[in-house]
C-alpha cells in the first residue's frame, strides 16, 4: 500500500497575526458559565451557540469576588432573578466563594483561614460574633430614636460580619477536601476521630468564649453593675439579630429587643463565667472575695481550681442556654408579629422542636467549654489569696485557720 504523503505548508504572516490578535483578546471566563437569556425563561444554560455569543454585561457583588456576566439588554428584575437565583450561590462556591444576595461574597478558601488552628477559628468566630451584636445593638438605638439610615445600615454590617465569619470557618481535610469546620458536638460524637475532633471542639470553644466572654468580665472586674449593662446590652443586640433572621431581615422591634435584654441579663448575672469571676476579683479584698477564701481555705490548690472550673462550666452552660432559649423565643414572637400568625402557636412550635433543644444542648455544651478558663482564673485567684493568710493570724475575727499543704 502506498503511504499518504502529508505537506507541510507554513502559515502565512497574516495567520500568525490573526493568531496573536486573537491572544491579546483572550479574557479570563466571569462566573463558570455565563448567564443568558434563556436562563431567565427557565431553560438551560449555554445549550445554544447563542448564549455563548450573545453580547453581555457584568455585575460586581463583591471587590476580588467573580463577575457576574448577565444578558446586555436584561432589566433590572430580570437582573434580580439572576443574582437571587440558588444556582449562583453554587457557581460562586465552585470558584472559591460564600455568595448571598443582598450582602455580597467571601472568600472561603484562603490558606490562611483554612490553615487556622481550632483556637484561632475561636477567636476569629468569637470576633465577627460579637461585632454582629454590636451592630444589633446599635441598629436598636437607631430604631429607637428613628435613624432609619442607620438602622438600615446596621442591618446591612450584621449579614456582612455572618457571611465573613462563616467563610473563615472551613478546613482543608488531609485528602485536600475543602469543608465547613464542625462545632456541633453531636456530629463530633458521632464521628470515627471524636476525641481528636473534641479537642478542636474544645479548644475552639475556648477560643471563641475568651472573645465574647471577657467584655463582661473586664466591665464586672471595674464595677459589677457595668458587667450587667454590658450584659443587657449584649441581650438586646442578639435579640434584634434573632427577630431579623425570623423575617428575612425586614422586621425587628425595638421593645421586644429591650425586653428580652433582661432576663438576657438575668442569665449572665447568676450564671455566666465572665461576671462572676470578675466580681470575684473585683471583691477580693472586700466580703465577697473574704467568703471566697473562707470556704476554700481548707482546700488544697488544685482542689480548688478544679471546683472553681467545674462550678464556673456549669454556670456558662446554664447560662449559654438559657440566653440561646430568650433570643430564639424573641425571634418567634417577631416572626409570627411578622406573618400575622398566633404567637402562643409560634412558640409552641418552637419549644416542642426537637431541633431547638439540641440547639440549647449545643449552646450549653459550648458555654461549659468556654466557661473553663475562667474558672481557673477565679481558682488561681482564691488560691493565691489563701496563700497570704496561711497560718497567719486573721485579727479581728480572733482566730486563725490550719491550712492542709498543697503537697
Not at 31 to 40: D, F, H, I, R, V
Not at 202 to 210: D, E, K, M, R, S
Amino acid at each position: 500500500m502506498a503511504e499518504d504523503k502529508i505537506e507541510y505548508k507554513a502559515p502565512t504572516n497574516a495567520r500568525i497575526q490573526s493568531i496573536i490578535d486573537s491572544s491579546e483578546k483572550y479574557a479570563a471566563p466571569s462566573l463558570a458559565t455565563q448567564l443568558s437569556q434563556m436562563e431567565l425563561t427557565g431553560d438551560p444554560v449555554g445549550t445554544t451557540s447563542q448564549s455563548q455569543s450573545q453580547k453581555v454585561k457584568y455585575v460586581s457583588v463583591a471587590e476580588d469576588a467573580p463577575l457576574v456576566a448577565v444578558p446586555e439588554d436584561a432589566t433590572d428584575d430580570q437582573m434580580l432573578q439572576i443574582l437571587k437565583n440558588p444556582e449562583l450561590e453554587k457557581r460562586f462556591f465552585d470558584q472559591g466563594f460564600v455568595y448571598r444576595y443582598g450582602v455580597g461574597a467571601e472568600r472561603y478558601n484562603n490558606p490562611e483561614d483554612l490553615n487556622d488552628t481550632a483556637f484561632m477559628k475561636g477567636l476569629k468566630g468569637g470576633w465577627h460574633g460579637l461585632k454582629t451584636i454590636g451592630a444589633g445593638a446599635l441598629g436598636t438605638v437607631a430604631d429607637i430614636v428613628g435613624l432609619e439610615g442607620l438602622e438600615k445600615a446596621t442591618n446591612d454590617a450584621i449579614q456582612r460580619y455572618q457571611l465573613e465569619g462563616q467563610a473563615k470557618q472551613y478546613i482543608e481535610t488531609d485528602d485536600g477536601e475543602i469543608i465547613p469546620f464542625s462545632t456541633s458536638i453531636e456530629e463530633i460524637m458521632g464521628s470515627e476521630t471524636r476525641f481528636k475532633d473534641f479537642y478542636k471542639w474544645l479548644t475552639y470553644n475556648v477560643g471563641q468564649g475568651l472573645v465574647t466572654t471577657i467584655p463582661i468580665f473586664a466591665a464586672s472586674v471595674i464595677n459589677p453593675t457595668l458587667g450587667v449593662g454590658m450584659a443587657y446590652g449584649m441581650g438586646v443586640g442578639d435579640s434584634r439579630i434573632a427577630q431579623l433572621e425570623a423575617t428575612g431581615f425586614t422586621e425587628a422591634h425595638a421593645g421586644l429587643s429591650l425586653a428580652a435584654g433582661i432576663p438576657y441579663a438575668a442569665a449572665e448575672r447568676y450564671f455566666g463565667a465572665g461576671y462572676n469571676v470578675g466580681k470575684l476579683l473585683k471583691d477580693m479584698g472586700g466580703k465577697g472575695g473574704v467568703d471566697a477564701v473562707n470556704k476554700a481555705i481548707n482546700q488544697s490548690t488544685k482542689s480548688i481550681i478544679a471546683k472553681s472550673i467545674g462550678t464556673t462550666s456549669l454556670g456558662e452552660a446554664a447560662a449559654e442556654g438559657s440566653q440561646e432559649i430568650i433570643t430564639s423565643s424573641a425571634g418567634a414572637i417577631e416572626g409570627a408579629m411578622y406573618k400575622d400568625q398566633s404567637i402562643k402557636a409560634s412558640l409552641a412550635d418552637l419549644y416542642t422542636d426537637k431541633n431547638f433543644w439540641k440547639q440549647v444542648g449545643e449552646s450549653a455544651a459550648a458555654g461549659a467549654a468556654g466557661g473553663g478558663p475562667f474558672g481557673i482564673v477565679g481558682g488561681v485567684a482564691t488560691s493565691s489569696q489563701i496563700k497570704d493568710i496561711k497560718n497567719v493570724d486573721l485579727g479581728a475575727s480572733g482566730y486563725s485557720k490550719n491550712v492542709v499543704d498543697d503537697n
